[in-house]
């Protein structure tokens, strides 16, 4: 009966716009094309209408990245043929694509013979009505169905417990979904593939000998030292790489502000979370790559079965979470943590989109997994102290949603914030073609190299913003476009189809690729050779020390890049069950935390590639842990 009478309203609403553009001036029945730009590139449209109305929207191509896109390709035709007009609302977190539709569809229209006014006009919606307080009873409550959430949900949810996870969009990947496509781990049967030489040795060395902090970084330097003598004994050429190398780079490519038993797991576990994902259906390509900032070639990439760019670093646990008979309440935004009277969490208050209150209590534990706060701007000038600006003007890699919601939550619960103050900036583009710099070389855009590449974020970002423009230019070639990447960028979308974008340049030849940037060739010509001469020395002038192949076979892109707010290293405090500690540090009884919605993992500076790691080892020690309680 309820059904029925959804669908009688609906019917009513869509005759009442119809009634609406029927009233103004005829359009000539047929179908119409229009083409909006998306994030990805252009997206096509195909509208069909009668003389007084809109019969039907439909996308009929696109580029853009699955699970992201696809609640905007579902909605946004839908509503414009329900209230007869472009004039509706974007969809949360795929705003660009929603805008592309509406741009396209628009163009159709107007082709079509529609009045603008007429099919602008905002969308006549009813009032929504909130519906009566929902309320429920679960083992473990999971706020956020990022990564780490869904890797916690699935873990608990293995094992038995009575699971419900909350999301405030209305889709499953959260900031996950935009992920750069790469995940470290010290990983010896792919990295003995690969050669290093002397500065890598020297890189390793230096911080071997640098003075210990504390007595577990004098067991991870302890560990590599007695590693590099046996290496250097027997004269070989592999790139040596262990976990105690991996949590000792971490350790101080943050400044040592990382909680080094926090660092401990995450080294431990980085490979076993890679094959967790592979046994739960991720695939991988041949190899590791070095991902922008992550100063060591130890980064796994999935290949683009599950999706693009980070699909395949939460689509594998929540299939099977769904597959159990788990079920994630969409639209659900956790507003307050509650407490009992002995000071345990056990349960949540929230708001539904919709207004609908919502409590839901938790006899075992609350976890909250809901990222970090690179898209609140409020947020990011409250904490910064080492940016000059991160105001509005400043732009994100984030989802929209990415506002830090869950360290509000947990602070106004009673939960110590640590790191606050440490903002990732990245150099980035609409799409960079690959997360790696294997064989890519930064210049400014003159076309001079101005920094090693292999550095860290914070210093390639600082470095970018003294140069004129604060933009620059990744030049990379066919070892990466077509061995690394077989014509495909980590974003799914055709490499033809890129160099068609403003932001890429292409040439046959050096000389041709410098003017269709607008570089000097000569200035270019002088980069890449110096780059050259490196690879084939090993040492760098600028002080890089991770080689790959030369930048030597065309066609060569140059791919022009700015500097975003990417990733914020504080949060939460956690232990290393995950537990979220209170001001006094004492453990938050019922409560957990995993993903970039804590601090304490990465320091003062992430290496690229290591969010990942995070997200899915943290995530799964969160599940296990919460179904012991």
Do not use: C
């Not at 929230?350 to 990222?371: H, L, Q, W």
């Not at 019922?590 to 080892?617: F, M």
């Amino acid at each position: 009966m309820k059904k029925t009478i959804l669908a009688l309203l609906l019917v009513m609403s869509m005759m009442l716009g119809l009634v609406g553009l029927a009233e103004a001036p005829g359009m000539t029945p047929g179908v119409y094309t229009g083409i909006g730009k998306g994030l990805n590139g252009d997206v096509e449209v195909e509208v069909e209408v009668d003389a007084g109305s809109i019969l039907s929207v439909k996308v009929t191509k696109h580029q853009e990245t699955p699970q992201i896109s696809d609640p905007a390709i579902e909605q946004v035709p839908a509503a414009i043929v329900q209230y007869q007009t472009v004039g509706v609302d974007t969809v949360t977190n795929a705003t660009v694509t929603s805008q592309a539709i509406i741009d396209a569809a628009k163009t159709a229209l107007l082709e079509a013979g529609a009045e603008e006014a007429d099919i602008t006009k905002p969308a006549e919606k009813e009032a929504v009505v909130a519906g009566e307080k929902k309320t429920g009873e679960y083992e473990i409550i999971i706020i956020g169905a990022g990564g780490a959430g869904m890797s916690a949900a699935y873990e608990a949810k293995k094992a038995g417990a009575n699971v419900i996870v909350l999301e405030k969009t209305g889709q499953v990947g959260g900031n996950t979904l935009m992920a750069g496509s790469a995940m470290n781990a010290a990983d010896e049967a792919l990295q003995k593939e690969y050669t290093m030489g002397q500065s890598e040795i020297d890189k390793i060395m230096e911080m071997v000998n640098l003075e210990p902090k504390n007595d577990l970084m004098k067991a991870w330097q302890d560990a590599v030292r007695q590693d590099m003598e046996k290496y250097i004994a027997d004269k070989a050429t592999y790139l040596y790489d262990s976990p105690a190398l991996h949590k000792l780079q971490t350790y101080v490519g943050g400044d040592y502000v990382a909680k080094a038993e926090l660092l401990e797991i995450f080294g431990n576990e980085a490979l076993n979370s890679v094959n967790w994902l592979a046994e739960n259906g991720a695939t991988w390509k041949p190899g590791v790559t070095t991902a922008v900032g992550a100063t060591w070639m130890r980064s796994h990439n999935p290949t683009l079965d599950m999706g693009t760019a980070g699909s395949a670093f939460v689509l594998p646990q929540s299939n099977h979470y769904k597959e159990l008979g788990g079920e994630v309440l969409f639209d659900h935004k956790a507003e307050e943590l509650v407490k009992n009277d002995e000071g345990r969490v056990v349960g949540v208050k929230g708001t539904m989109s919709d207004g609908t209150p919502f409590e839901y209590t938790a006899s075992k534990a609350v976890m909250i997994a809901t990222g970090g706060f690179g898209a609140n701007v409020e947020m990011r000038q409250k904490y910064n102290k080492h940016w000059a600006d991160l105001g509005e003007n400043v732009g994100t890699t984030n989802v929209a949603t990415a506002t830090g919601d869950g360290i509000v939550l947990g602070e106004a619960a009673g939960a110590n914030l640590i790191g606050m103050e440490w903002i990732q900036m990245i150099p980035t583009s609409n799409d960079s073609f690959t997360a790696g710099i294997n064989n890519a070389i930064f210049t400014n855009l003159e076309g001079e190299r101005f920094i090693r590449e292999d550095g860290r974020r914070d210093e390639l970002s600082a470095a970018i913003l003294e140069q004129p423009g604060q933009r620059f230019f990744k030049i990379v070639d066919t070892h990466t476009t077509v061995d690394e990447l077989g014509g495909v960028t980590y974003k799914g979308v055709s490499i033809e189809d890129r160099v068609k974008e403003e932001y890429v340049a292409y040439g046959e030849t050096l000389e041709e690729l410098a003017k269709d940037a607008g570089m000097d060739a000569a200035k270019l010509i002088a980069a890449v050779e110096q780059y050259n001469k490196a690879v084939e020395e090993k040492q760098d002038p600028l002080g890089r020390q991770l080689f790959d192949q030369k930048i030597d076979r065309g066609p060569f892109y140059a791919i022009l890049g700015e500097v975003k707010v990417h990733h914020t290293m504080g949060g939460l405090e956690i232990n290393e069950k995950t537990q979220v500690l209170d001001t006094q540090g004492q453990v938050m009884p019922g409560l957990y935390a995993a993903g970039e919605v804590t601090g304490g993992i990465h320091g003062s500076n992430r290496l690229g590639g290591n969010a990942i790691t995070d997200v899915v080892t943290f995530g799964r020690i969160a599940g296990q842990e919460m179904v012991k309680e």
